[in-house]
């Protein structure tokens, strides 16, 4: 058990440019989730997949934002002409898919540095 | 809606001193209530959890009593080290078929002087 990993851990990019993270989550986790957190915030939940299927997105993922789960594995997170408020710390985390109110387990996380 | 309050911090203490952090929620159904830690320069790692009401969740010396009465969650630790030191989130987890995605309140910073 290698633990929830993201690339890159840090990105910095110019605004209007297009960005995307890839998370790999435990092994045989079937339920990965979505965060971003700000400065001196606590982690907000962007979006949640079960294996493929992407069940719920927050109003926070604006149409910029689109993520992805192919064959219920790896995800990737990509931003579209990226604003300066979009930096901040992305966090993937995932849990086994066994019942409800499961341990998370997050991974360390993309910063990302919109100038 | 589903929210999570808790101190605001920093706290400031010197080792071996009595800890307490206050996490307070609001949700509807029955929550999981979890604590996290993020250590400097880390990714958040669980620390505790409870499931339902009256279970005490504990690790590391750090304990937490789910007072659904008092929709309390409060994070204590009777003598904490400089290790110690790190940012605390209470977090909850919606039951009733949601899909479990935490809610977090927004950290307290721990400082522990030697």
């Known amino acids: 058990d290698t633990g929830v990993s993201q690339d890159p851990r840090h990105k910095i990019t110019k605004r209007g440019q297009n960005v995307t993270f890839r998370c790999d989550p435990i092994s045989e986790h079937n339920r990965l989730y979505w965060y971003r957190q700000t400065l001196g915030q606590g982690p907000e939940f962007l979006t949640y997949f079960q294996n493929e299927a992407q069940l719920e997105k927050s109003r926070l993922l604006s149409d910029r934002f689109s993520a992805e789960r192919p064959k219920g594995s790896f995800s990737t997170l990509e931003i579209q002409r990226t604003e300066q408020g979009d930096s901040a710390m992305y966090l993937c985390a995932s849990s086994p898919g066994r019942g409800f109110q499961e341990t998370q387990y997050f991974g360390p996380g993309t910063r990302l540095l919109v100038l | 809606g589903n929210s999570v309050t808790q101190m605001e911090g920093p706290v400031t203490l010197s080792e071996e001193a009595f800890l307490t952090i206050n996490c307070t929620y609001t949700?509807?159904?029955?929550?999981?209530l979890f604590w996290y830690v993020q250590y400097p320069g880390e990714g958040l790692q669980l620390l505790l959890k409870?499931?339902?009401?009256?279970d005490k969740g504990s690790n590391k010396g750090f304990e937490a009593t789910y007072r659904k009465e008092t929709t309390s969650f409060h994070l204590e630790k009777g003598s904490v080290q400089v290790s110690d030191s790190a940012v605390y989130f209470c977090a909850l987890s919606a039951g009733g078929g949601a899909t479990n995605k935490l809610i977090f309140g927004t950290g307290t910073l721990l400082a522990v002087q030697p």
């Open positions: 409870a499931t339902k009401a009256d």
């Open positions: 949700a509807t159904g029955y929550p999981s």
